[in-house]
């Protein structure tokens, strides 16, 4: 259910998306608007923050897009849309909850760095509701991606202490934005990274 006002309908035929648009006779194309009127209401921007011991300090970000739905064909096209996948896409079937709590659920998510960047700066400026949050990924992948990280493998990337501490500030906030109820998160993750930080040798890395 998209928020009122946020309905995506079809340019030409002007129906429901959600139960027209792949068989619409006029074959219109799914729009930037079209996508991001669905990431406002479907849609997550998200940073995962954890350990790892590809990083100098033991730290790893990984910022990730998403959006969920029912119809699995929707996602599909927004895929193909988005340059994610090709035609001919398949979601892999997915459920969601205790059985008969939810039903069936389908996301379409990429982790990767650029198609993430490039993604989020297409829809930032046409999303209403999701704005900040894509605003928080883009500065977050910019950092990542200047620090020369993802790392290829046996490679540690040398992220600046002050750069981690940006990206956890960023992560905290977006999860505040994502939670229903911020004020009664308490992110026990995040303590635990920035206590390895506190710990992690103050080794001389490049400035980013």
């Not at 259910?1 to 006779?25: A, S, V, W, Y």
């Not at 923050?49 to 119809?71: N, V």
């Not at 659920?105 to 209403?128: G, H, S, W």
Request: glycine residues 8%.
């Amino acid at each position: 259910m998209h928020p009122k006002g946020f309905e995506i309908t079809c340019r030409k035929c002007g129906q429901p998306l959600d139960t027209h648009i792949l068989n619409c006779p006029s074959e219109d194309s799914l729009s930037l608007d079209y996508i991001a009127g669905f990431f406002d209401g479907e849609g997550t921007a998200s940073i995962k923050a954890s350990q790892t011991s590809k990083s100098w300090c033991g730290i790893g970000f990984t910022p990730r897009l998403s959006f969920a739905q029912k119809t699995p064909e929707i996602l599909e096209k927004i895929a193909y849309e988005l340059g994610i996948a090709g035609k001919g896409f398949k979601l892999p079937h997915r459920l969601t909850g205790s059985k008969g709590a939810y039903g069936e659920c389908y996301r379409l998510e990429t982790n990767k760095f650029d198609d993430v960047l490039r993604i989020a700066k297409m829809l930032q400026p046409r999303c209403q509701l999701k704005k900040r949050q894509l605003e928080i990924v883009i500065e977050a992948t910019e950092l990542l991606l200047k620090t020369g990280y993802p790392q290829r493998r046996g490679y540690k990337s040398a992220i600046p202490k002050e750069t981690i501490e940006k990206l956890l500030t960023l992560t905290e906030e977006i999860r505040q934005l994502n939670s229903k109820n911020p004020e009664h998160r308490n992110y026990t993750d995040l303590e635990v990274v920035r206590n390895a930080l506190e710990l992690s040798p103050n080794k001389k890395t490049k400035e980013v």
